[in-house]
């Protein structure tokens, strides 16, 4: 049975990516045709949020898409900052 983790990317929710602070761990790219990707958010920068959220309105995107390094920690979770001195690893990602 193939899993999420079968295939080259994995979908993350735009609610997740807005969560994340400071420079991405990985590119997140947007997806064009069924087998085509083009980053949009490339790894070491910070997420452009209002660019985010233009993509969300303009185009109705709700998920964007991480390359399911297998070697990598973007595999199977994404940091995410939740307040001042706390940080949670969010173990699934909203498909």
Same mark, same amino acid.
């Given at each position: 049975?193939?899993?999420?983790?079968?295939?080259?990317?994995?979908?993350?929710?735009?609610?997740?990516?807005?969560?994340?602070?400071?420079?991405?761990?990985? $590119?997140?790219?947007?997806?064009?045709?069924? $087998?085509?990707?083009?980053?949009?958010?490339?790894?070491?920068?910070?997420?452009?949020?209002?660019?985010?959220?233009?993509? *969300?309105?303009?185009?109705?995107i *709700?998920?964007l898409?991480?390359? $399911?390094?297998?070697?990598?920690?973007?595999?199977?979770?994404?940091?995410?900052?939740?307040? *001042?001195?706390?940080?949670?690893?969010a173990?699934?990602?909203?498909?």
């Open positions: 049975m193939a899993t999420i983790f079968d295939s080259e990317f994995i979908d993350v929710s735009t609610t997740v990516l807005e969560r994340i602070t400071g420079p991405l761990p990985f $590119n997140v790219s947007i997806r064009r045709t069924e $087998n085509a990707y083009t980053v949009v958010f490339p790894k070491g920068e910070v997420l452009d949020v209002p660019r985010l959220k233009k993509y *969300q309105d303009t185009k109705g *709700q998920s898409y991480v390359h $399911n390094d297998r070697a990598g920690r973007s595999r199977t979770c994404i940091p995410i900052h939740c307040g *001042q001195d706390s940080d949670v690893i173990d699934s990602v909203p498909v």
